[in-house]
C-alpha cells in the first residue's frame, strides 16, 4: 500500500457522509440476475379487452373468412389460447393498444367475448414490421402473392428498402421482382384470386408480364368472371390466367407496319421490323396470285437480291 505523504497536510473534513456501497453492485452476476429479471418482466403475458386493441397498420394476410375465424375459435374455446398476440400501447391514446400480429386470433376471441393474451412491447414503426414479418413468415408462411401485397403496401406507407427486406427475409432481386407483380396486378385483382397457395413467382411474374406487355386492363377483364363460384383460390387464378392468354392470342394491330406500294398504286406487301426480325407479310387479296407466284420462286428471287445486296455491299 502507497504511504502517505507526512508533509501534506490531512483532508479537511467533510460535512458529507461517503457514499454507501450498494449491498448488491450493479456487476457481474448480480447484473445478469437483475437484467434478466427485466427481460422476464418485459415478456410477461397481459390480458386486454379486444376492445381496447385496434386493427390497423399493414397487413401481410389476404382477407380471411369466416369459416377461418370459426375454425380458429373452435380451438381456442376448446383448447384456449395457446399463443399471445403482440400489441403495441398507441402514444396519442392511453390504454389503447394497436396489434402487431395475431389478427385472426384476435377476431376469433372477440367472437368468444374473451380477454386476448397479449405481449405489450412500445415499439416503433419498423421495430413493430419487423416483429410481424418475422413471426407471421415463421408460422404462417405466406403465400408468394401475399407477400408482394405485404410489400408494396410497406414501401407505400414509406418504409425503406432495408426494412421491408429484413421483415419478409428476401434479397433485393426478390424485392424488385415482388414489386413488379404487384404494381402490374391490380390489389382488387388479387383479393378476389385469393392467396393461390399454389401458384410460385415464376407464374404470377408472367402474368405481370403479360399484362404489362399487351396493355391490358385486367379490372376490365374480370369484371364478368364468376369468380364467387369457384372454391378453390388456386382455380381462380388459373381462370384469371386463361383469360390474360386469351387476350394475348389476339392478332396484333398493324400499327408500325410499313406497306409496300407498286407504282400502279397496288399494295404488295407489308413490312414489320423489330429488333430481331424483318417480316414480310403479302396480302392473298391484295395482290391475287403474287402471294402463289412468290412463295413458289421465293428461293430464286431471294438468292438474286442477296447477290444484288453483295455485290452492292462489296
Do not use: C
Not at 396480302?283 to 428471287?301: C, K, M, T, V
Request: charged share 25%; net charge neutral; aromatic share 4%.
Amino acid at each position: 500500500m502507497a504511504r502517505r505523504n507526512l508533509f501534506q497536510p490531512p483532508p479537511p473534513p467533510s460535512d458529507q457522509p461517503a457514499p454507501a456501497k450498494p449491498r448488491f453492485p450493479e456487476t457481474g452476476t448480480m447484473s445478469g440476475v437483475r437484467s434478466t429479471l427485466k427481460d422476464l418482466s418485459s415478456n410477461a403475458v397481459r390480458e386486454l379487452d379486444p376492445d381496447l386493441i385496434d386493427d390497423g397498420g399493414p397487413s401481410d394476410r389476404l382477407a380471411f373468412g369466416e369459416a377461418e375465424v370459426d375454425a380458429l375459435a373452435a380451438s381456442i374455446r376448446a383448447h384456449g389460447q395457446q399463443v399471445p398476440i403482440m400489441v403495441r400501447p398507441l402514444p396519442d391514446q392511453p390504454g389503447r393498444f394497436r396489434v402487431v400480429y395475431g389478427r385472426r386470433r384476435l377476431r376469433a376471441l372477440r367472437g368468444l367475448g374473451l380477454k386476448a393474451k397479449a405481449l405489450v412491447r412500445s415499439l416503433s414503426d419498423e421495430e413493430a414490421i419487423l416483429a410481424q414479418g418475422h413471426e407471421n413468415s415463421q408460422r404462417l408462411d405466406p403465400s408468394f402473392i401475399e407477400k408482394a401485397l405485404f410489400i408494396r403496401e410497406l414501401s407505400d406507407a414509406g418504409y425503406a428498402p432495408e426494412i421491408v427486406m429484413d421483415a419478409l427475409a428476401v434479397d433485393k432481386p426478390m424485392l424488385s421482382r415482388m414489386n413488379k407483380v404487384a404494381r402490374h396486378i391490380p390489389a382488387a385483382v388479387i383479393q378476389q384470386v385469393g392467396p393461390a397457395h399454389g401458384i410460385g413467382r415464376r407464374r404470377w411474374e408472367d402474368m405481370a408480364d403479360a399484362v404489362r406487355d399487351g396493355d391490358i386492363d385486367l379490372v376490365a377483364l374480370t369484371a364478368p368472371m364468376p369468380f364467387d363460384t369457384v372454391a378453390s383460390s388456386d382455380a381462380r387464378f388459373e381462370m384469371l390466367a386463361a383469360a390474360v392468354a386469351g387476350r394475348q392470342q389476339k392478332p396484333p394491330r398493324a400499327s408500325g407496319a410499313t406497306p409496300v406500294i407498286h407504282s400502279d398504286g397496288t399494295r404488295i406487301a407489308e413490312l414489320r421490323s423489330t429488333a430481331r426480325a424483318l417480316t414480310l407479310k403479302l396480302s392473298r387479296s391484295d395482290a391475287p396470285g403474287f402471294a402463289d407466284w412468290l412463295e413458289a420462286n421465293a428461293e430464286d428471287e431471294l438468292s438474286r437480291l442477296y447477290d444484288i445486296w453483295s455485290s452492292q455491299r462489296d
